[in-house]
Every structure is written in C-alpha cells, then in structure tokens.
C-alpha cells in the first residue's frame, strides 16, 4: 500500500500532485473524483486522451480499501500496471495471459490486502473464485473502463460486459465510475441502463479536439492520394486505417517498395507479429502502420501526426476514437477521410445482410448514414463531426479542410433532375455507369439492348463530362436521394428525390476533384 505519513495530504489534490506528479486536475476529473469520494456513482465520458485514468486511480487511493478496475484489453492492463508501480502505486493486474510468476504474486497481494488497484478483464472478474475471493477485500471503488463495451449496439460490444449488471449484488454499496471515450447519446443511456447505474452522475467532457485537422476527400486514385499525403509527415508516426486485412499487407507493400517504414496490423496476425508491430509503433521511431480497426483501443503514442482513413468507417463514432488517435500530446496533427461510393454501397449491402434484430438496424443505419453526411458536407467538418455527439460549436472551428478552402457550391437542381429522371425513366434497375452513359448519349451495347437511346433525356448531359455526372450521382446518394441496392449496385430513387423532381427543392451541389469514382458505382453500368 501507499505509505501515507500521517503529516501527508491524502486529499485527492494532494494524491495527484505527490503520487500522479500533475499540478491540478483537468477538465472535469475534478467533478468525477469528487463524485467517487462521496460514494456516488459517475458515468465519464471523455475523448481519447482526456484524462480518464486520474478518475478513477485518485479516488482509488484516496479512500480505503482496494480499487478494483475491469478493462477489456490486456495490453492496455498492463501498461497501466506497468506505469502505476513506477509510481509506487501498488497494482497488479489479472488475466489470461499472465505469467504463473507474475499471477502467483498478485494473488498473495490480493489474498493479504497489500493492492491498491486490482486490473481484471470481466472474463476473469466473473470467473468463480474471483467473486469470492473479492468478497473478502474491502472496496475502495469499482471502475469500468471501456464501458462502451456493454452497448450491444456500439462497434465494439463485449457480452461479458452485460454479466457487469450483477455487481451491485456481490459488492453493495461500492461505487462504480464507469468511462469511456465513445458515447452518443443512445450509447450513455445504453451504458446506464446495461450496468445499472440510475442514479450515476454524468459527466461529459467537450469532444473538441482544437489540434486535429480534420479533412475528407473522394478517392480519386487511393495510393497516391496516400502519398502525396504521407509526404508531408516524413520521419513522423501515422496510422493508415484500412476496411479489410487484405488491403492492410497491399498498402503496406506499395508504401515499402517507395521506402517508408510500413508495417501492417490486423486481427490475423501471429502474436509474435503483432508484438513486433506494436513494438515498432511504440518504439517513438518513425513509422508507418497500415491496420483494421483491430489497432484500436489502448494505442498510446502521444505523437502519431497522421491519421487517414483509405476506406469510410460505418460511424462517425468509430471514426472519432480512430482520428483521436492522432496527437494525443495536444500538437497539430493532420487527419484524412478518403470515400467513394463503393464504401457507402459496401456498408450498405453489409447492412442488408445483416441478421440484427430490425432495431438495431436502423440504429446502425442511423449511423451509417450520419457517417455518410459528414463525409459529403461542405459545412465545417469539425462542427458536423461534433453535432454527431450532441455538440454544438458556437463557431466554425477555422481549420478543418471545408473552413480553409470552401469548396465552390452551385445550384445543381437541373443537373439533380436529369440524374433522377434518368434513372426513373430506365426503371431503377441500373448502376451508375449506365446512367451516365444515357445521360452523354453514348452507344454502349447496354444503351442499345434496352433501347435507351430512344428515350428523350438520352444525351442530354452531352455538356459535362462523366466525372461530373458521377459526382452528382455521389452527392444525390449522400443526401439520401439515392440508394444502392443489392449485389449488381443498382440505382434507385428515395422519398427525398420527390421534392427535387417536382422543382420544390433547390439542389446545392459542391464541385469536387473527385476523377475517379470507385468500381462499385461502375459494376453493371
Ligand atoms: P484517456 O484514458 O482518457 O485516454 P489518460 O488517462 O491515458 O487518457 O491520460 C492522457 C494523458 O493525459 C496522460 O499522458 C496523462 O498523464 C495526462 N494527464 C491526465 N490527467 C492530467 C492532469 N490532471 N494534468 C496533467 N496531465 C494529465
Ligand atoms: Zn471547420
């Protein structure tokens, strides 16, 4: 245990500065410990970076008795532990993948009350024998780190997280500070009621990250959009978010064939690989890691420089924790979303075949579609980023890409008639490529078994290339107007195309430099 002289400040201002090193809190630890000291429960969200830990490990050795911690990531567990003892701070950590040593000795600690912080995963926590050897240790708090984990409609729902709920049972009277840095507000009131914490106290810190510069673009030729932009973070870290691990070993080939020191990371990788992976990332070299959402939580470089996103993330809330994984020391950091219609017909499709319950299908549609909007706005990226998370930025943030360089709009309400129009008129039983082609009057063997080139809108957008016509056809699916349906990306009209046609809406489009679009639009043309 902490020794604490009777003359010390065991205060939790005077923990923090003596045990922790920080002058004062920040943010809103403040309230979060002083909740916890009272007896209270809390539920915290802060972004990534935030400060969460002190939250808990404060109250934790400020009041007597044990804190007990569950974390779902043994990485993260350790590291925790690992720095905590440099501290002085006695914590142990128990999970599967202990060595019988290390495992032997926090069960004696634990056994002889001498643990300031116990690290378990809820696996473990819940195992017999853990309850009851827990029972015969006095509590100091119960902290749920994570706690996104128990939202069965979060990206990264843990089922053991729903057994949570019991604790109350085993460990009556103990407050529980539950944290995490993913939360809408249908996530909070998930959290709230999948632990059962009625009465937690909820403290949402701002999720304005002011040093990320937030920036999306359509693809227009991946890898050298890649490039161009890895090119301005030579000899920093970046972190390149692929949608499949297939495409995190091409990249990460392409990038080291040109020299840069690439390494991939996904889920199927031997542990010895991964070790090596994290490794490198860690090392504080440059580095490049080209990774699935499998490098997620408990990544913790303070300098990452670079965050780009090659395919669209299905959230604006998976999105959030992956860019804030960039500049976590508070520097200027620059982020990149590349998009194309083929991500939106890919998350699309994958949602069609999904065997959610139909509730949550609309919910992860909710937030596809939310994704979709930020990535097509043309407003302040960082504002729409925050109203995905109920907040409002009074101002536009002054940094983002659409702040620095408004991207041109113009009054696209004819161009959006045609498109819909040509779409009606073949029966809404084509992909884009076709609707092009009827659009610039072109003679394709397609054109010509349908007999489109007798219907009276064929060529009547002789006047702009295909690439414009593409990029409405984007922009129309984007705000809804559109949808892609089923294995051959067929174009269909939605409830919103009706104001259009009937001339009731006006149609602000944005000029993109969008070249190419990607193959999913073009299958079956
Ligand atoms: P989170 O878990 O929310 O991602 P951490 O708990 O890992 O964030 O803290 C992020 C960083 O902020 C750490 O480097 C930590 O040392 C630092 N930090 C936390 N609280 C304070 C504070 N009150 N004063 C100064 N630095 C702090
Ligand atoms: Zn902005």
New binding site residues.
């Given amino acids: 245990m902490i020794e604490t002289p009777p003359d010390s400040d065991g205060t939790p201002l005077g923990v923090?500065s003596r045990v922790?090193g920080?002058?004062?809190?920040?943010g809103l630890?403040e309230r979060a410990v002083s909740r916890v000291m009272a007896g209270g429960d809390a539920l915290v969200l802060?972004?990534?970076?935030?400060?969460?830990?002190?939250?808990y490990q404060v109250p934790a050795l400020c009041r007597s008795g044990m804190g007990l911690v569950v974390s779902p990531l043994i990485a993260l567990m350790d590291d925790q532990v690992a720095s905590l003892r440099q501290l002085g701070v006695n914590a142990a950590a128990l999970h599967s993948e202990l060595d019988p040593d290390d495992a032997a000795r926090a069960r004696s600690d634990l056994h002889n009350n001498k643990l300031d912080l116990l690290y378990v995963s809820p696996e473990r926590l819940l195992s017999s024998g853990m309850l009851d050897r827990l029972s015969r240790v006095p509590l100091s708090l119960i902290a749920i780190?994570e706690a996104h984990c128990v939202s069965a409609w979060g990206h990264e729902f843990r089922p053991e997280y729903r057994a949570l709920a019991r604790l109350p049972d085993y460990f009556p009277g103990v407050p529980r500070i539950a944290?995490t840095?993913t939360a809408d507000g249908r996530t909070r009131a998930d959290i709230l009621d999948a632990l059962a914490m009625p009465d937690a106290e909820m403290l949402v810190a701002s999720f304005h990250r002011p040093n990320l510069q937030v920036a999306a673009r359509p693809k227009g030729g991946e890898l050298s959009q890649l490039l161009d932009i890895l090119g301005r973070h030579r000899d920093e870290a970046a972190i390149v978010y692929c949608g499949s691990r297939n495409k995190t070993e091409r990249v990460t080939r392409s990038l080291r064939e040109r020299g840069w020191p690439a390494v991939a990371f996904h889920a199927g990788l031997a542990p010895e690989e991964k070790r090596l992976a994290l490794r490198r990332f860690r090392s504080g070299e440059p580095v490049v890691v080209v990774a699935t959402i499998a490098f997620g939580m408990g990544i913790?470089r303070?300098d990452v420089r670079l965050v780009v996103h090659l395919d669209m993330p299905d959230s604006p809330e998976g999105y959030y924790q992956q860019i804030g994984r960039a500049g976590?020391d508070g520097v200027a950091s620059d982020t990149l979303l590349l998009f194309g219609g083929e991500d939106i017909a890919r998350a699309r499709h994958w949602l069609d075949q999904s065997q959610a319950p139909d509730a949550q299908k609309r919910v992860m549609t909710q937030r596809l579609e939310s994704m979709i909007a930020l990535a097509e706005t043309t407003g302040c990226r960082t504002r729409a980023l925050l109203s995905c998370f109920n907040e409002e930025l009074p101002q536009p943030c002054g940094h983002c890409d659409n702040c620095r360089h408004p991207l041109p709009t113009f009054d696209g309400t004819v161009a959006a008639q045609k498109v819909l129009s040509a779409i009606y008129r073949t029966g809404q039983m084509f992909g884009a490529l076709h609707v092009v082609a009827v659009l610039r009057g072109k003679k394709t063997d397609m054109v010509s078994r349908h007999g489109h080139d007798q219907l009276g809108l064929y060529g009547i957008g002789k006047d702009k290339p295909d690439t414009f016509w593409r990029s409405v056809i984007r922009q129309l699916l984007a705000r809804g107007a559109l949808t892609i349906q089923g294995e051959y990306s067929t174009l269909a009209l939605r409830e919103a195309a009706r104001p259009i046609l009937r001339g009731e809406e006006t149609v602000l489009l944005h000029e993109d430099a969008a070249t190419a679009l990607s193959a999913a639009l073009d299958e079956n043309g």
């Fill in positions: 923090l922790f920080f002058p004062g809190f920040r630890q802060m972004p990534t970076g935030g400060g969460k830990s002190v939250c780190d944290l840095a913790d303070p976590r």
